[in-house]
């Protein structure tokens, strides 16, 4: 079965730098499908970014990025130029068939 | 730009009561979803649905879970005979069903059991 993990249970970065949330996954699978999700205050689940297995280059979304590792199955986010409104729980998720598995969470701070 | 909605934002109901929980996925969505999370745990999925069953379930969803696509645009999860354990944030998704299969959610209902 695969698996999400994130081992920063919180990070926090001072306004305008940038920081990178990590996040591990385990399958056997080839083709698959990664996700970061940002969870603001409101819980309300916004989807960050998005990334092929199959595709060699890095998926960017303006500040977004990640870095994608297949090999060694590490699938992280870089936030660059950190702003107040980024500060929210982010998750890491696997989509397996319909459904997305996810990590426990990073906790992103925003130091004014 | 179009959004999944689900009704209400907060349910409270008493232990052993059913509930229903609604949603609106994006309209021209075909697959949906439904996840929960408890507070201070990861989200759990539940259910995913598409041409109108069920395509795939977790251990969660047990013969107290149903879903339902009444009338083409809603999207329903009852639960017959709530819980304590079954306090939680409850989370629509819908996806176009395109090759990533990304899901679009809801803002969320949060359901309390007392």
């Known amino acids: 079965a695969q698996t999400v993990t994130q081992s920063q249970p919180e990070m926090s970065v001072q306004e305008a730098e940038t920081v990178t949330l990590s996040c591990t996954y385990d399958?056997?699978?080839?083709?698959?499908?990664l996700f970061w999700y940002k969870q603001p205050p409101s819980r309300q689940m916004i989807l960050v970014i998005r990334?092929?297995?199959?595709k060699q280059q890095n998926a960017t979304e303006n500040r977004f990025s990640v870095n994608f590792q297949k090999a060694a199955k590490s699938f992280s986010l870089k936030i660059s130029d950190s702003q107040l409104g980024d500060a929210a729980m982010y998750f890491c998720?696997?989509?397996?068939?319909?459904?997305?598995?996810w990590g426990a969470g990073t906790k992103l701070i925003i130091k004014p | 730009e179009p959004e999944v909605t689900q009704t209400p934002s907060h349910q409270v109901t008493q232990m052993g009561q059913e509930v229903i929980l609604r949603c609106v996925p994006i309209?021209?969505?075909?697959?949906f979803y439904w996840y929960r999370q408890i507070l201070g745990q990861k989200v759990e999925f539940l259910v995913s649905f598409y041409n109108n069953e069920i395509s795939e379930k977790s251990e969660i969803f047990d013969d107290q879970f149903s879903v339902e696509r009444p009338d083409g645009s809603n999207f329903t999860l009852k639960i017959r005979s709530t819980k304590l354990e079954d306090s939680a944030m409850y989370f629509c998704a819908s996806s176009p069903g395109t090759e990533i299969y990304e899901q679009y959610f809801g803002p969320g209902t949060r359901l309390t059991v007392t």
């Open positions: 998720a696997y989509r397996s068939a319909h459904q997305l598995i």
């Open positions: 990334q092929e297995a199959y």
């Open positions: 309209s021209n969505h075909l697959y």
């Open positions: 399958t056997s699978e080839s083709d698959y499908y």
